[in-house]
């Protein structure tokens, strides 16, 4: 991996991991296009991923700070487990587990066969009409105080969907949020955290990972798409967390389909190829 395409792939990734436009659709998309490769491959996805998730961390500190105190003191009975905060703690826990499940047991696919990019623009244009849908029926009336263990087990199925490229993590979430009656805003904010720890366990394993398979992985790259990915990604989320207080999502769902249109061309006259270039 060049200086390059590390900074390139970190930008790309910092602008729409937090949107919900898929990221890993535009590291497919762009690596395909401009450097010959797959966008870094899944592995180099998930660990720039940290990049971007630190930004969530930071950006929302005080609140997981909040969360974690209250949710270790209701394990030990010195706060009642009926606390918010307490609660948000184990709703975060309960939602993670559908995609750490169908992470581990479609891995092999994760890494091959979902990174077709016929798959990547089907899921851009099919997902994009799913949110446009969502977005027009929503009745917004729920905050987070109304989330409960079904409803927060129902947003872990909706986050799941992003194992594909091509749905976006934020944008399943999201979009779950709004059929279930969510805000715009509440959705968003528990899509955030709700994808801290299977992020940061995803993206550590991957760092494992990749120094098995590979004695001499380009880190220095690796570390400058990472960080890029934090700064451009907390600049993201603020600017996003503003905009939905007052906005809709249709220029999101305006601009997937138009990518969706634009990547079955490149397909259909053989500008890109669909599958992985040979490592």
Sequence with gaps: MSWI??????????????????????????????????????????????????????????????????WALSLVG???????DARMGW????GTLPIAILGLLLQNWIDSTLRNLWITASMLLGFGLVIAVADAQA??????????????????FWQAL??????????????????????????????????????????????????EDDPNPPWGPIAIATVLAFVVGYVVIAWLMRYITTHDFKPFV??????????????IFGVVDAAAPPA
């Excluded at 709703?91 to 309960?94: A, F, G, N, R």
């Excluded at 009745?139 to 872990?156: C, I, N, S």
């Design 254 to 267: 305006i601009y997937r389909v138009i990518l969706a249109i634009v990547v079955f061309g490149l397909l």
């Design 162 to 211: 992003a194992l594909v490229p091509g749905v976006s993590r934020s944008g399943g979430t999201i979009a779950g949020g709004l059929f279930m009656g969510f805000t715009r805003e509440a959705a968003a904010r528990y899509s955030f955290l709700l994808a801290i720890p299977a992020v940061l366990s995803s993206g550590l394993f991957k760092v494992v990972k990749i120094g």
């Design 91 to 94: 709703l975060v826990i309960i």
């Design 5 to 70: 395409e590390a900074v390139v792939l970190g930008i790309v990734q910092g602008l729409t991991e937090f949107l919900p436009i898929s990221s890993s659709a535009h590291q497919l998309l762009v690596g395909r296009l401009f450097f010959d490769n797959d966008g870094g491959g899944s592995a180099f996805t998930a660990i720039n991923q940290l990049g971007t998730e630190a930004a969530v961390i930071v950006y929302f500190r005080r609140d997981i700070a909040r969360i974690i105190k209250q």
């Design 139 to 156: 009745r917004q009336r729920k905050t987070l105080t109304d989330l409960d263990a079904r409803t927060g087990t129902a947003f872990g």
């Design 78 to 84: 010195r706060v009642e487990r009926g606390d918010p």
